[in-house]
């Protein structure tokens, strides 16, 4: 099938934040800018599903880094159009002895629901993530991808504050968190898609992120958020070409490479002066012919979201809640070998706690999620129905729901994911030693005018990391 050739300055791959970001920096500093996506619709991980009147952000439902998700629009000399409300408490916890947990942002209302023992712990854990936090984000969060010269600057003032010998289990229970409080922190090192209980004790500084800088819902929810981005891109002249897969990256002498994509039956090669590519650092190399990189790395974790439609109003959940099980090892035990786990812990969010209209009335939406092994080399997994029906049972098991009373209305595990991150490995290669921390830097060697953003390169996953991965993409091929 012969296919049209078309010219251009700026080509972004991927419309998710790491690509949206990408492309308001570069139209910006006055690129001609030009944004593939493979889905009708913007987003990427952080998508939207709508059925039957409910409404659900199929990815993070919340943000942090407020400050981060505001730039772009500050610096194109706009206000942020909708509002981003602080959630307080971030998150209720319930534990298997029925002990409930409200972490909140006055640390003092959060001791006095703790026993001494645990009210020094959690003030001294939190002071430590403090600690860990700011002296590694100038590096590792808010600085370029850091080269030989910074991380030798890093290691000499704060090396052995990053513990490079520990565990995070290590730490916690040397500063006295046991039981349920330690299963709360190490909690955190899963947002970054590590095995807690094999995460390097420098994770820990996720802690300070939610509990200390705190956490707000987008008016609008998270595709509110996606759309205002949209919105300013657009506002600045980048153009959007939806339903567009690409199929192949071509290197060229001395220039970014061709790229060639299927829409809608037929095939479009671009050559652009400049190329970001917001897709997966692995799928970047294998479609420029390449061994993926990560390809032998212990995959980080994937997941499994229920989306389901429920009725009346359930007061004990909060727009975040945790259940948390009796054996929390034995989740990531599970994890290791390949299989669902029987009781994990479950993330239960309500964005229409924030925003009504997200369910009909008399009904609520519930995004419940579990942790689940990356699909193997062969691209197997587990079995996600059986899998969908016993995080149903234990929903009912647990207290949270009466039989009948929910509706699963869709099931998006690491098949679903795969189409996004390889093998559904939602953060690129699991981080389980302080070097593996650092994420893989923003260029492919050899290949000219490119750079890649997004959750598996430099800084990382998550919303404003991916914001900080596209901004500095795009600066990297603006010179």
């Not at 099938?1 to 080509?11: K, W, Y």
């Not at 370029?144 to 000499?156: F, V």
């Not at 409080?181 to 090192?189: I, N, V």
């Not at 899963?190 to 008016?219: C, K, M, R, S």
Request: hydrophobic share 45%.
């Amino acid at each position: 099938m012969s296919a049209r050739t078309e010219s251009v300055d700026a080509l972004v791959l991927g419309a998710g934040f790491a690509g949206l970001a990408a492309a308001i920096e570069l139209a910006m500093r006055g690129a001609e800018v030009t944004v593939v996506e493979r889905a009708d619709a913007p987003g990427g991980k952080a998508g939207e599903v709508r059925e039957d009147g409910f409404r659900f952000d199929t990815g993070p439902s919340v943000v942090t880094l407020p400050d981060v998700i505001a730039a772009p629009f500050r610096d194109a000399g706009r206000e942020l159009p909708l509002e981003l409300r602080p959630l307080d408490p971030p998150a209720r916890y319930r534990f298997a002895s029925g002990r409930v947990l409200d972490v909140l942002r006055d640390v003092d209302a959060t001791t006095a629901q703790l026993s001494a023992a645990e009210a020094r712990a959690y003030r001294t854990l939190l002071d430590e993530a403090r600690a860990l936090y700011e002296a590694a984000a100038p590096t590792f969060v808010h600085g370029p991808p850091p080269g030989p010269g910074r991380l030798l600057r890093y290691g000499l003032r704060h090396g052995l504050r990053a513990k490079p010998w520990a565990k995070l289990p290590d730490l916690l229970a040397r500063h006295g968190a046991t039981g349920d409080l330690r299963d709360l922190f190490l909690r955190f090192a899963t947002y970054f898609g590590a095995d807690p209980f094999q995460a390097p004790a420098v994770l820990h500084n996720i802690a300070w992120v939610e509990l200390g800088l705190g956490v707000v819902a987008p008016q609008g929810g998270v595709a509110g958020l996606v759309r205002a981005y949209e919105t300013l891109a657009r506002d600045l002249g980048v153009r959007f070409v939806y339903g567009a897969t690409v199929t192949e990256l071509r290197p060229r002498v001395g220039a970014a490479p061709e790229v060639r994509v299927g829409q809608g039956g037929g095939v479009r090669d671009y050559r652009p002066t400049r190329l970001v590519s917001t897709l997966d650092r692995d799928r970047t190399a294998r479609l420029l012919g390449r061994r993926a990189p990560g390809a032998r790395a212990t995959p980080s974790l994937s997941g499994l979201v229920l989306l389901m439609a429920v009725e009346g109003r359930h007061a004990d959940v909060r727009h975040h809640t945790l259940s948390m099980p009796a054996d929390y090892a034995a989740e990531f035990r599970a994890i290791r070998q390949g299989t669902a786990p029987a009781d994990p812990a479950l993330y239960l969010s309500l964005s229409c706690r924030s925003e009504p209209g997200d369910a009909p009335a008399g009904w609520e939406n519930w995004f419940v999620m579990a942790n689940a092994p990356a699909l193997d080399r062969t691209g197997a997994g587990v079995d996600e129905a059986a899998y969908a029906r016993r995080v149903e049972a234990l929903l009912i098991e647990r207290g949270w729901l009466r039989a009948g009373e929910g509706r699963t209305l869709a099931v998006l595990g690491p098949r679903h994911l795969a189409g996004l991150a390889s093998r559904g490995a939602i953060y690129g290669a699991a981080p389980h030693s302080l070097t593996a921390t650092l994420r893989p830097p923003q260029r492919l060697r050899g290949v000219r005018d490119t750079a890649l953003a997004g959750g598996t390169v430099h800084p990382g996953g998550g919303i404003p990391l991916a914001v900080l991965s596209g901004r500095r993409a795009a600066r990297m091929v603006a010179v």
